[in-house]
């Protein structure tokens, strides 16, 4: 897709419940020992039946995963966790936020907003690494951008350029409900815009995971009803119920 950034499409030989948008699956990068732990990953899209994982190159198990060869077998449980509700607000507009690799689970829940013309905006360092503006455009969906180094988009981080959304589009004139995922300082500043603007949002949180099925505790965070996994109660979570 761009430098160090891939697009896995796998083919489930069993059948499997259909994914929702924010769910994430545990992919077995290897058979061998080393990585032990399989890795989370978003739904990217599902594609005529087909699973598809957007993601970044970061260490041993993506390395092994970029090197995966068509017909190759690999092991994954999923779909796991909640996802993001999309039928509870059908009233509100959404405006989706995406930071950096938070990209990959907000395509396939732009695409169900589809109909209701949702407001995207998306930020990333530079305009390298800006992925999925084909898919966008393919939707109807033109992101508003923003880059770190100004090299895309308007120069500045994506929250500010949200804030200032919100300020000239108050939500007397509309009632919104944010989605995001991304960087935690990016879901943190955007926790307290939303409380300001007093607006529900959504955020996927990404924690490290050892097992991705509630039953390590690795992947705790505190919340105001006490610590939640965010395997297994999240990885969405309303910005109100965290506690940063
Ligand atoms: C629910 C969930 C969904 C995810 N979805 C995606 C996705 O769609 N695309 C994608 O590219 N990545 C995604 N991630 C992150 C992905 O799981 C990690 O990048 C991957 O496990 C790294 O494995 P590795 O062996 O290559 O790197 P490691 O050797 O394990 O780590 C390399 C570096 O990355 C950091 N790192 C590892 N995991 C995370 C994490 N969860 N958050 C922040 N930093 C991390 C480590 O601290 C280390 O600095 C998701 C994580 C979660 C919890
Ligand atoms: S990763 Fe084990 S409980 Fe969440």
């Not at 013309?117 to 393919?138: D, H, K, M």
């Not at 120069?155 to 919104?176: A, M, N, Q, R």
């Not at 924690?207 to 009803?225: N, P, Q």
Request: net charge negative; glycine share 10%.
């Amino acid at each position: 897709m761009a430098k160090n950034h891939f697009l896995l499409t796998a083919h489930p030989l069993n059948t499997m419940p259909s994914p929702d948008p924010g769910q994430f699956f545990m992919l077995s990068v290897d058979s061998r020992l080393d990585p032990l732990l399989k890795r989370p990953f978003s739904l990217h899209r599902l594609v005529l039946g087909d699973l598809q994982f957007l993601y970044r190159v970061v260490g041993k198990a993506t390395n092994i995963l970029k090197d995966k060869k068509a017909g190759d077998i690999m092991e994954l449980i999923g779909p796991l966790g909640n996802g993001f509700p999309v039928n509870e607000i059908e009233e509100k507009k959404p405006v989706l936020i995406a930071g950096g690799m938070g990209i990959a689970p907000l395509v396939a829940l732009a695409e169900k907003f589809t109909e209701r013309q949702p407001v995207f905006f998306y930020g990333a360092r530079n305009a390298e690494e800006i992925l999925c503006l084909n898919e966008l455009e393919s939707i109807g969906i033109t992101p508003v951008i923003s880059t770190d180094d100004g090299t895309s988009g308007r120069k500045g981080f994506v929250t500010d350029i949200v804030e200032e959304f919100l300020y000239h589009h108050p939500s007397s004139s509309f009632d919104y409900a944010l989605y995001s995922c991304g960087p935690k300082p990016m879901l943190e500043t955007l926790s307290g815009i939303a409380m300001k603007y007093k607006i529900k949002a959504y955020m996927a949180l990404e924690e490290s995971m050892a097992c991705g099925i509630g039953a390590c505790l690795g992947c705790v965070i505190k919340t105001v009803d006490g610590y939640k996994r965010v395997c297994k109660e999240g990885p969405v979570f309303l910005s109100e119920e965290i506690i940063w």
